[in-house]
């Protein structure tokens, strides 16, 4: 991680569009807390419980098992990923997405020989560059991170290591010059070794970086980052024997900024915890979760102005499952309550079709907006070598979600309300290159819309969005659709399409039936079939016979 980011400052350098303190940032805090950013990067941790105690442990062998850990760890999640690797469908699907390109060999006067090369999404190759950065990583902590030069101090239960300019201020663009005056930090440079980037310097003695390992039990340690006088505690990296992780206090995170006189701008609150998980669940079986810990809370303010997001705890939020043994992927969220509140203004973009200063119009709008999302929720899993991809529990929460503006209700959306809430698809090859998708138990889905109500605060507002209640649901359950490039067809049950806005373009198509565009369907002399002017969003389409 360290060699990454310096790489990556250099390479910014060179084009000449980054200062000097930006490369010393770059240096400095990516050094700072490497070992806590690169296992958030790669997604490392573990759910550890505060409370308990610490057991004794030398600086020596809290440095060797935090670094062991770490390798252990990681490369275990690399081997148990081989699979993706050599799996021939992951690989094309990919290959889908990216480019190739051909590079030939040879003259006029010889064979000319060319290969395709798909570098961009070589898996293979991505997979050895992860290694090589874990070796990166393993060195840094223990050649320049965890060594005696850095022990600061020492006792049966912890070892704290400050973070000084020699280890995060090395300035490796430089050549090697005498020592600056006044850092007292660069006897090093005039023995041939790189120069202390000066910039980096003030930021180190600053910040005052240091790195507490405590163990709260045998072969597990704890890495906590003390920043400034307060010694402030806002990430926690834990390296224990079968699982990484880091956990981030953004509470912390906030008044360790104040503290240290960083500028927040029009941030006025924040808290929350969150953490990102890698566990071994089994050998080669591994789950990297992204936690909400505790519930997020961030307040902005904009003069008279202010608006706050609120995201509920939910763990795991997000993971992503690998299991090496019995090839399977899989991944899912499920995201707690988002509420949003605001100022009509800071939203205004959502309802403005056009921009109404191009008019000559001065915008003027009253009122707060509250946003609620009930919850996301969907878990994806895929078998190698099958050709089902299987989701489940997909939904929005338990309640309604939606969009009021001072207690008016502008947007509401209901899946499958009568039917839990959520829905699960089956997804497989069709026999006409397609796809086909099986639905339980079934799809019901609503949209309200009624922005009529701040139609009189917007230039101009689309009319699609100002009084219609919009019904999208099947008839029968379990039903089946094929989807490919000419189209949708109802395989089983019957779709029903319905706008309370006009009525008469409501579709509903019967098994053996598919859904038609303006473009497929025909009048009863073969030309093409118009359609005449609707409040309907469905008015362009009809049920036909399949093409």
Same mark, same amino acid.
């Given at each position: 991680?360290?060699?990454?980011?310096?790489?990556?400052?250099?390479?910014?350098?060179?084009?000449?569009?980054?200062?000097?303190?930006?490369?010393?940032?770059?240096?400095?805090?990516? %050094?700072?807390?490497?070992t806590?950013?690169? *296992?958030?990067?790669?997604?490392?941790? *573990?759910?550890?419980?505060?409370?308990?105690?610490?057991?004794?442990?030398?600086?020596?062998?809290?440095?060797?098992?935090?670094?062991?850990?770490?390798?252990?760890?990681?490369?275990?999640?690399?081997?148990?990923?081989?699979?993706? =690797?050599?799996?021939?469908s992951?690989?094309?699907s990919?290959?889908a997405?990216?480019?190739?390109?051909?590079?030939?060999?040879?003259?006029?006067?010889q064979?000319?020989? *060319?290969?395709?090369?798909?570098?961009?999404?070589?898996l293979?190759?991505?997979?050895?560059?992860?290694?090589?950065?874990l070796?990166? &990583?393993?060195?840094?902590?223990?050649?320049?991170?965890?060594?005696?030069?850095?022990?600061?101090s #020492?006792?049966?239960? +912890?070892?704290?290591?400050?973070?000084? /300019?020699?280890?995060?201020?090395?300035? $490796?663009?430089?050549?090697?010059?005498?020592?600056?005056?006044?850092?007292?930090?660069?006897?090093?440079?005039?023995?041939? $070794?790189p120069?202390?980037?000066?910039?980096?310097?003030?930021?180190?003695?600053?910040?005052?970086?240091?790195?507490?390992? =405590?163990? /709260?039990?045998?072969?597990?340690?704890?890495?906590? &980052?003390? &920043?400034?006088?307060?010694?402030?505690?806002?990430? =926690?990296?834990?390296?224990?024997?079968? +699982?990484?992780?880091?956990?981030?206090?953004?509470? #912390?995170?906030?008044?360790?900024?104040?503290?240290?006189?960083?500028?927040?701008g029009?941030?006025?609150?924040? @808290?929350?915890?969150?953490?990102?998980?890698?566990?071994?669940?089994?050998?080669?079986?591994?789950?990297?979760?992204?936690?909400?810990?505790?519930?997020?809370?961030?307040?902005?303010?904009?003069?008279?102005?202010?608006?706050?997001?609120?995201?509920?705890?939910?763990?795991?939020?997000?993971?992503?499952?690998?299991? !090496?043994d019995?090839?399977?992927? +899989?991944?899912?969220?499920?995201?707690?309550?988002?509420?949003?509140?605001?100022?009509?203004?800071?939203?205004?973009?959502?309802? $403005?079709?056009?921009?109404?200063?191009?008019? !000559?119009?001065?915008?003027?709008?009253?009122?707060?907006?509250?946003?609620?999302?009930s919850?996301?929720?969907? =878990?994806?899993s895929y078998?190698?070598?099958?050709?089902?991809?299987?989701?489940?529990?997909?939904?929005?929460?338990?309640?309604?979600?939606?969009?009021?503006?001072?207690?008016?209700?502008?947007?509401?959306?209901?899946?499958?309300?009568?039917?839990?809430?959520?829905?699960?698809?089956?997804?497989?090859?069709?026999?006409?290159g397609?796809?086909?998708?099986?639905?339980?138990?079934?799809?019901?889905?609503?949209?309200?819309? %009624?922005? $009529?109500?701040?139609?009189?605060?917007?230039?101009?507002?689309?009319?699609?969005?100002?009084?219609?209640?919009?019904?999208?649901?099947?008839?029968?359950?379990?039903?089946?659709? +094929?989807?490919?490039?000419?189209?949708?067809?109802?395989? @089983?049950g019957?779709?029903?399409?319905?706008?309370?806005?006009?009525?008469?373009?409501?579709?509903?198509?019967?098994?053996?039936?598919?859904?038609?565009?303006?473009?497929?369907?025909?009048?009863?002399?073969?030309?093409?079939?118009?359609?005449?002017?609707?409040?309907?969003?469905?008015?362009?389409?009809?049920?036909?016979?399949?093409?």
């Amino acid at each position: 991680m360290l060699h990454s980011l310096k790489t990556q400052a250099r390479r910014v350098s060179s084009t000449g569009t980054a200062s000097k303190r930006t490369r010393a940032i770059l240096r400095g805090r990516g %050094a700072v807390i490497s070992t806590g950013l690169t *296992c958030l990067g790669l997604g490392l941790g *573990c759910k550890g419980d505060s409370a308990r105690g610490e057991v004794e442990i030398s600086s020596h062998q809290a440095a060797l098992t935090a670094s062991g850990n770490s390798e252990r760890a990681l490369q275990g999640l690399l081997d148990a990923a081989d699979f993706v =690797t050599a799996s021939a469908s992951i690989q094309n699907s990919l290959g889908a997405l990216g480019s190739t390109s051909e590079s030939c060999s040879g003259g006029s006067s010889q064979a000319t020989s *060319c290969t395709t090369d798909s570098s961009s999404m070589d898996l293979e190759e991505q997979r050895q560059t992860l290694k090589d950065s874990l070796a990166d &990583l393993v060195k840094t902590l223990r050649e320049r991170i965890l060594i005696d030069d850095n022990l600061e101090s #020492e006792t049966s239960t +912890s070892a704290t290591y400050l973070l000084g /300019p020699d280890v995060l201020c090395v300035d $490796e663009d430089s050549e090697p010059v005498g020592a600056p005056s006044g850092t007292g930090a660069s006897s090093s440079a005039a023995n041939g $070794e790189p120069s202390l980037d000066t910039d980096c310097i003030e930021q180190a003695n600053r910040l005052q970086p240091r790195l507490r390992l =405590t163990s /709260p039990r045998d072969g597990d340690v704890d890495v906590t &980052l003390l &920043l400034g006088e307060a010694q402030n505690a806002p990430l =926690t990296v834990h390296l224990y024997q079968h +699982s990484l992780g880091v956990q981030v206090d953004l509470g #912390e995170v906030f008044d360790t900024a104040h503290d240290l006189g960083e500028n927040v701008g029009n941030l006025q609150e924040l @808290s929350g915890v969150v953490s990102l998980a890698l566990t071994e669940n089994a050998p080669r079986d591994y789950t990297l979760a992204l936690d909400v810990l505790k519930a997020l809370h961030v307040l902005v303010r904009d003069g008279a102005d202010s608006t706050s997001v609120d995201l509920a705890r939910s763990s795991p939020s997000m993971s992503v499952r690998v299991e !090496g043994d019995a090839q399977k992927l +899989s991944a899912s969220v499920d995201l707690g309550t988002l509420k949003v509140h605001g100022p009509l203004s800071a939203f205004a973009s959502m309802f $403005e079709a056009g921009d109404p200063e191009l008019d !000559g119009v001065e915008p003027h709008y009253t009122g707060a907006l509250d946003l609620l999302l009930s919850g996301l929720s969907a =878990t994806v899993s895929y078998v190698a070598g099958s050709d089902v991809v299987h989701v489940t529990n997909f939904g929005f929460g338990d309640s309604t979600s939606k969009i009021e503006h001072d207690g008016d209700r502008l947007f509401a959306l209901d899946l499958n309300a009568t039917h839990g809430r959520h829905l699960d698809l089956d997804i497989e090859p069709a026999d006409d290159g397609g796809s086909k998708i099986t639905i339980s138990p079934t799809l019901d889905l609503t949209v309200a819309l %009624a922005y $009529e109500k701040v139609a009189n605060q917007f230039h101009h507002i689309a009319d699609a969005l100002l009084n219609d209640t919009l019904h999208v649901w099947f008839q029968g359950e379990n039903p089946v659709i +094929s989807v490919s490039d000419t189209g949708l067809e109802v395989v @089983s049950g019957r779709l029903n399409l319905s706008s309370s806005a006009d009525a008469s373009h409501d579709v509903s198509v019967a098994a053996g039936q598919c859904l038609l565009g303006a473009d497929d369907s025909v009048d009863a002399d073969g030309g093409e079939s118009g359609v005449a002017a609707s409040a309907s969003p469905f008015a362009s389409l009809s049920a036909g016979t399949c093409h």
